[in-house]
């Protein structure tokens, strides 16, 4: 699930229930505007209920800021691009919309290209210009087999491309069947490399820089690899950092003169899920992840994460380094009931990082909680801290957004992680059922017959050709 994101510009874009996204400049509140996607009566009712209408609200930027891709929930992606305001009086106009067959996964683009991959495993390629494009009478692109650059027998649940040198790029693919492929672009169709070990699901790849990734997985593990050979570096279990986690408790609600203690609040308000007794691969598997570098596997990263059974109210923080040398400096953000459910949250784009806080004393993590709050934590001041308990309140400028926010009819937010729940673990169920093999006898099959149509065009050429000499 992907429902907030800051561009390399500033520009935060949230996906919200109701079918709007809020868009909103943190240079400048004062800037902010609503793109209707698409209204909630339209959306596919099934979506609850089937592994196949996988559609996790994704919305993405490209690197430099331009253009905002947003996945609709009805087969369709909404891109925009950032337009001047003064002769538009928008800050965002919608470019064009597509037209997809089957619901989408997952997606990545860069300032020339969008990659997208559908719940069948196909990989279309969308020039983000439009040029050599089909579209239909109301402008619409629709996507056709000439835009499938290739194909998987699985689902992909994460999508991304990487540019290794000037003379090496590639696409890299997570599936519902454990497998990181790394795979040659734009001579797709060579055998591609693997990056083998995890025994689930890998639900989520971030780049850490060109020669590394970090892979999550629902197997519970985070490993770290070395690109191109595909060579594992790290491997680390979530239950090695969420046992050994200081805890860090967030309230808004506790009054300093109350005759309550905050330990008393604190045991009164902490969520239920802090307390639970996890046994299963499920509770400990990686729910969300995202990845703050500064462009250097030498440089610290630092990382946020959550695990499926403390998903609503907990968001734990390491680095990199914490990981490889296992010197126990993670933290667990534990949220009272004061900010709600937890919906999602990620770091600014790498450029915001490098033109804001080059002294790398500072990296903000913005959280998005279902009751209309946003909370922006620096998560270096956190890991460096031995606080335990925090009385915290959005800065200014997210107060500003919060209260766009609740003065608006937005309701429902966490709609989506009643889905994702219910996607989660039915990717735990799928993990051994036939539809790999299915998907294979699909591809033979396509193959098979578009040899027998190229076969048919040679003999047509040939005949053609006989009858001119005649």
């Given at each position: 699930?992907?429902?907030?994101?800051?561009?390399?510009?500033?520009?935060?874009?949230?996906?919200?229930?109701?079918?709007?996204?809020?868009?909103?400049?943190?240079?400048?509140?004062?800037?902010?505007?609503?793109?209707?996607?698409?209204?909630?009566?339209?959306?596919?009712?099934?979506?609850?209920?089937?592994?196949?209408?996988?559609?996790?609200?994704?919305?993405?930027?490209?690197?430099?800021?331009?253009?905002?891709?947003?996945?609709?929930?009805?087969?369709?992606?909404?891109?925009?691009?950032?337009?001047?305001?003064?002769?538009?009086?928008?800050?965002?106009?919608?470019?064009?919309i597509i037209c997809v067959k089957n619901f989408i996964s997952a997606m990545d683009l860069n300032n020339e290209f969008l990659l997208i991959a559908d719940k069948s495993g196909d990989i279309y390629k969308i020039d983000l210009l439009f040029n050599n494009t089909t579209t239909t009478n109301n402008n619409n692109l629709m996507m056709t087999a000439e835009n499938c650059i290739m194909r998987h027998l699985s689902m992909l649940l994460d999508i991304t491309f990487i540019r290794?040198?000037?003379?090496?790029?590639?696409?890299?693919?997570?599936?519902?069947?454990?497998?990181?492929?790394?795979?040659?672009?734009?001579?797709?169709?060579?055998?591609?490399?693997?990056?083998?070990?995890?025994?689930?699901?890998?639900?989520?790849?971030?780049?850490?820089?060109?020669?590394?990734?970090?892979?999550?997985?629902?197997?519970?593990?985070?490993?770290?690899?070395?690109?191109?050979?595909?060579?594992?570096?790290?491997?680390?279990?979530?239950?090695?950092?969420?046992?050994?986690?200081?805890?860090?408790?967030?309230?808004?609600?506790?009054?300093?003169?109350?005759?309550?203690?905050?330990?008393?609040?604190?045991?009164?308000?902490?969520?239920?899920?802090?307390?639970?007794?996890?046994?299963?691969?499920?509770?400990?598997?990686?729910?969300?992840?995202?990845?703050?570098?500064?462009?250097?596997?030498?440089?610290?990263?630092?990382?946020?994460?959550?695990?499926?059974?403390?998903?609503?109210?907990?968001?734990?923080?390491?680095?990199?380094?914490?990981?490889?040398?296992?010197?126990?400096?993670?933290?667990?953000?534990?949220?009272?009931?004061?900010?709600?459910?937890?919906?999602?949250?990620?770091?600014?784009?790498?450029?915001?990082?490098?033109?804001?806080?080059?002294?790398?004393?500072?990296?903000?993590?913005?959280?998005?909680?279902?009751?209309?709050?946003?909370?922006?934590?620096?998560?270096?001041?956190?890991?460096?801290?031995?606080?335990?308990?925090?009385?915290?309140?959005?800065?200014?400028?997210?107060?500003?957004?919060?209260?766009?926010?609740?003065?608006?009819?937005?309701?429902?937010?966490?709609?989506?992680?009643?889905?994702?729940?219910?996607?989660?673990?039915?990717?735990?169920?799928?993990?051994?059922?036939?539809?790999?093999?299915?998907?294979?006898?699909?591809?033979?099959?396509?193959?098979?017959?578009?040899?027998?149509?190229i076969k048919k065009q040679m003999l047509s050429s040939q005949s053609d050709n006989e009858i001119q000499l005649t």
């Amino acid at each position: 699930m992907s429902e907030i994101k800051i561009s390399s510009t500033g520009w935060l874009a949230i996906y919200l229930r109701n079918g709007n996204v809020g868009m909103f400049d943190l240079n400048d509140t004062s800037s902010w505007q609503y793109l209707q996607v698409e209204s909630i009566e339209k959306q596919s009712k099934d979506v609850n209920n089937d592994l196949n209408y996988l559609n996790r609200n994704l919305i993405k930027f490209s690197p430099n800021g331009e253009f905002l891709v947003v996945n609709g929930q009805n087969e369709q992606l909404y891109i925009y691009i950032q337009s001047n305001f003064e002769k538009s009086e928008v800050w965002w106009k919608l470019q064009r919309i597509i037209c997809v067959k089957n619901f989408i996964s997952a997606m990545d683009l860069n300032n020339e290209f969008l990659l997208i991959a559908d719940k069948s495993g196909d990989i279309y390629k969308i020039d983000l210009l439009f040029n050599n494009t089909t579209t239909t009478n109301n402008n619409n692109l629709m996507m056709t087999a000439e835009n499938c650059i290739m194909r998987h027998l699985s689902m992909l649940l994460d999508i991304t491309f990487i540019r290794i040198n000037d003379k090496k790029s590639f696409i890299l693919t997570a599936d519902q069947y454990e497998k990181i492929q790394l795979i040659q672009y734009p001579n797709t169709s060579h055998s591609g490399k693997y990056c083998l070990g995890h025994t689930e699901f890998v639900s989520h790849i971030k780049l850490i820089d060109n020669n590394h990734i970090l892979s999550a997985s629902g197997d519970g593990t985070l490993r770290l690899w070395h690109l191109p050979d595909c060579i594992p570096l790290v491997l680390l279990h979530s239950k090695a950092l969420t046992l050994s986690s200081k805890q860090i408790f967030y309230t808004q609600l506790y009054d300093s003169n109350s005759s309550l203690s905050l330990e008393d609040y604190q045991q009164d308000t902490m969520s239920q899920e802090s307390s639970l007794d996890l046994s299963s691969t499920l509770d400990y598997s990686i729910w969300k992840m995202d990845v703050a570098s500064y462009n250097s596997i030498n440089s610290n990263v630092y990382i946020a994460f959550s695990i499926y059974a403390h998903r609503l109210h907990s968001i734990y923080l390491t680095s990199l380094s914490n990981i490889k040398q296992l010197i126990n400096e993670q933290r667990q953000l534990i949220f009272d009931i004061s900010y709600g459910t937890i919906i999602d949250y990620c770091f600014p784009s790498k450029d915001i990082l490098f033109n804001d806080y080059t002294i790398y004393s500072k990296c903000n993590l913005y959280i998005l909680f279902d009751s209309y709050v946003i909370l922006n934590i620096n998560i270096i001041s956190i890991l460096l801290s031995d606080q335990t308990k925090l009385f915290v309140k959005p800065n200014q400028t997210i107060q500003e957004i919060n209260n766009i926010l609740a003065s608006r009819d937005i309701h429902l937010m966490n709609y989506n992680i009643k889905t994702d729940e219910i996607v989660f673990q039915q990717l735990f169920k799928n993990s051994n059922n036939n539809s790999c093999h299915k998907r294979k006898l699909e591809i033979v099959e396509q193959q098979q017959q578009q040899q027998q149509q190229i076969k048919k065009q040679m003999l047509s050429s040939q005949s053609d050709n006989e009858i001119q000499l005649t």
